[in-house]
C-alpha cells in the first residue's frame, strides 16, 4: 500500500479559492472491542487564505459540557480600573489633537489609551462603564454597537492624525483563559506602521488575489462558500456570516464586511450589522456553554492596493474552571496546526438553526 492510498487527498476550488483536505486514520485500541485496533476518521484541512492546518478528531470531547460558575472570578478582591469608582480616576484623555474628544464615551461604554505599549497607537474599550461584570448573555446589539463605534471613531482619528499608522485592529480578549487580564469585559485596539502578522498576510493575499483575478479575495469567500452552502450561516446588512474551512479554534465564525476598505471606511450603520452579527454569535456561544472567547478585526490597510474588505474572526476559548484545560495545546503553540473536534459544518448548521 502506496501513501497515496493511505492518505485520500482532495483539492478543489471555487470563485478561485483553493480548498485542500485529506483524509486518513488514526490508529488506535477500541475499548469495546477488547482493545483491538481500530481505523478511526482523521481529516486534516489547509486554510485557503491563512495557510494553517487544522486537524480535526472527530468523536472527542473537547468542548464543555456544562457552565463554570463565574461567582468566584467577577468577585474575587483586587483593584479594577474600569470600575465606575475608578475609571474616571486613574483613564487619562486622548491629547486633543490625536482625539478631540479626549475620552469618547458612546451609550455605557468608554474608549481611553492603554497604557501598555504594545502598539504604536492603542486604546483599551469597556464595554460597560457603569458595572464591574458584563456576563456574555447580556451582550446584545446595542452593548456591543456603542463599543465597536467608539473603537472605530478612535480608528478613525487617529489616522486622520497620523495617516502611516495605517495596520488597525480592533480585538478582543474575554476572561482569563482568553488572555485577558482584568475580568470587567473590555476590547482593545491596535494602530501600526507595519501589521500584526496574520493581519500582513491577509492583506498579501488580498494584494495578491486582487492582482491575479482582478477581484476581492473575501468577496470570492463569501461567494465560493455561499455556493458550497455548507459553512455558510446568513447575511446580516452589510456583513456575510461563515465558520471557515480550517478553523484555528473552537467554534470559529467569520463576520465579513460586503463593502470593501478598511475599518476606519466603515460606517455607523455598518458598524451596527458587525455589532448584531456579533451579538448571535455570542448568543449561539452562551447556547453552547461557551463561557470565553477571542475576537481580531483588520481591513485592507492601503485599500486602493489591496481592494479588501473587512474581516471579524471569533473563536471560542476553554472555560474558567478549576482545572483549567487550555484549549491551546503543543500543536497550536509550536506547529500552527489547530486540533479541533467539531466540524465547521456542524457549527454553521447549529447556527443557522
Ligand atoms: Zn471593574
Redesign the pocket.
Known amino acids: 500500500m502506496s501513501v497515496e492510498d493511505k492518505v485520500l487527498v482532495s483539492e478543489f476550488s471555487r470563485s478561485g479559492i483553493g480548498f485542500f483536505e485529506a483524509q486518513t486514520v488514526g490508529k488506535v485500541p477500541n475499548l469495546s472491542d477488547g482493545g483491538r485496533f481500530h481505523d478511526v476518521p482523521l481529516v486534516l484541512r489547509r486554510d485557503p487564505i491563512f495557510g494553517g492546518q487544522t486537524r480535526f478528531v472527530l468523536g472527542s470531547k473537547l468542548q464543555p459540557e456544562e457552565v463554570t460558575d463565574l461567582t468566584p472570578i467577577v468577585n474575587a478582591p483586587g483593584f479594577?480600573p474600569?470600575?465606575p469608582d475608578k475609571i474616571d480616576a486613574v483613564t487619562y484623555p486622548f491629547p486633543t489633537e490625536m482625539v478631540n474628544e479626549g475620552k469618547i464615551t458612546r451609550g455605557k461604554s468608554i474608549v481611553v489609551p492603554n497604557i501598555l505599549s504594545y502598539s504604536t497607537y492603542s486604546a483599551v474599550g469597556v464595554y460597560d462603564r457603569t458595572k464591574?461584570f458584563v456576563d456574555m448573555k447580556e451582550m446584545d446589539s446595542n452593548l456591543i454597537g456603542d463599543l465597536l463605534t467608539g473603537m472605530v471613531d478612535h480608528a478613525k482619528a487617529v489616522r486622520e492624525y497620523d495617516p502611516d499608522a495605517k495596520y488597525s485592529s480592533i480585538n478582543a480578549n474575554y476572561l482569563p483563559p482568553s488572555g485577558s487580564s482584568l475580568v470587567?469585559p473590555h476590547i482593545q485596539s491596535s494602530h501600526d506602521y507595519l501589521p500584526l502578522s496574520s493581519q500582513g498576510k491577509l492583506i498579501d493575499e488580498m494584494a495578491q488575489f486582487k492582482a491575479e483575478t482582478g477581484r476581492g479575495l473575501l468577496e470570492a469567500l463569501i461567494e465560493a462558500e455561499r455556493d458550497l452552502r455548507v459553512r455558510y450561516v446568513g447575511d446580516w446588512g452589510a456583513v456575510s456570516i461563515l465558520t471557515p474551512f480550517a478553523p484555528v479554534g473552537f467554534r470559529e465564525v467569520w463576520i465579513v464586511s460586503k463593502m470593501k476598505g478598511d475599518i476606519v471606511d466603515l460606517t455607523e450603520a455598518q458598524v451596527g450589522d458587525f455589532a448584531r452579527a456579533l451579538a448571535f454569535v455570542i448568543d449561539g456561544y452562551v447556547k453552547l456553554n461557551l463561557q470565553s472567547f477571542n475576537f481580531a478585526m483588520t481591513g485592507s490597510g492601503d485599500a486602493e492596493v489591496v481592494d479588501g474588505n473587512v474581516l471579524l474572526r471569533i473563536v471560542a476559548r476553554s472555560n474558567p474552571t478549576a482545572t483549567y484545560r487550555s484549549d491551546v495545546t503543543y500543536f497550536e503553540r509550536l506547529y500552527n496546526e489547530s486540533m479541533i473536534d467539531v466540524t465547521p459544518e456542524e457549527t454553521a448548521s447549529f447556527l443557522r438553526g
Open positions: 479594577c474600569f470600575c464591574h470587567h
